[in-house]
């Protein structure tokens, strides 16, 4: 059973920056994908960025391209999203999840991943 833990969420003014990071246990990762998601109150999930964990290939939302980064380590079976240049569109719940399997659609949909952490709140402020 995988678990991801995240941490490094918080409250930031416009234009600031947070590292959000995404901590696994259960299974050392190879072949899965890392996913970021995000979810605003009265929104539906949308998808932020993920990561091939073989190769890292990354994959990137139109609007926080440029922004965000997306990586991953090996060593530490850890992901994490660099978020710069933040603005208060970005204010959501952020969700780390992972993707085992080879169904469920694209590497942006949310029904692909089986593993979900709990959240880390970011708060951008105008």
């Known amino acids: 059973q995988v678990q991801l833990v995240e941490s490094g969420g918080g409250l930031v003014q416009a234009g600031g920056s947070l590292r959000l990071s995404c901590a696994a246990s259960?299974?050392?990762?190879?072949?899965?994908?890392m996913g970021w998601f995000r979810q605003a109150p009265g929104k539906e999930r949308e998808f932020v960025a993920a990561?091939?964990?073989?190769?890292?290939?990354?994959y990137y939302r139109d609007s926080v391209k440029g922004r965000f980064t997306i990586s991953r380590d090996n060593a530490k079976n850890a992901g994490y999203l660099q978020m710069n240049s933040l603005k208060p569109e970005d204010t959501a719940a952020y969700y780390c999840?992972?993707?085992?399997?080879?169904?469920?659609?694209?590497?942006?949909?949310?029904?692909?991943?089986?593993?979900w952490g709990q959240g880390a709140q970011v708060t951008v402020s105008s």
């Open positions: 259960g299974r050392t990762f190879s072949s899965e994908i």
């Open positions: 999840a992972v993707s085992t399997r080879e169904y469920g659609g694209g590497i942006a949909y949310p029904p692909r991943y089986n593993y």
């Open positions: 990561i091939t964990w073989s190769v890292g290939d990354t």
